[in-house]
């Protein structure tokens, strides 16, 4: 009897030992700092932002030119000629 008995408490502990975990306890701190890196900083950015007004009208007209005047399609070594 007391062999049995000392049996299932050695298998008890040996089953709670497997649950035992030398890491750091799961507090939510990986959590939170993953976080934290993806947040955007509350203070202002420092120095220029965004593009000048000539810069973005160039763009822009670049932009629209794109859709007006189609770019010619080269031929394919895999398709072959687009003609």
């Known amino acids: 009897m007391i062999t049995i008995r000392t049996g299932a408490v050695m298998a008890l502990l040996t089953a709670l030992a497997g649950c035992a975990s030398d890491g750091p306890t799961a507090d939510g701190a990986s959590v939170r700092a993953a976080m934290a890196g993806q947040v ?17 009208v160039a763009a822009y007209a670049n932009y629209k030119q794109s859709y007006v005047v189609p770019l010619p399609q080269g031929d394919s070594p895999l398709v072959g000629s687009h003609k």
């Open 40 to 56: 955007i900083p509350p203070q202002p950015r420092t120095g220029p932002q965004g593009s000048d007004g000539v810069s973005a």
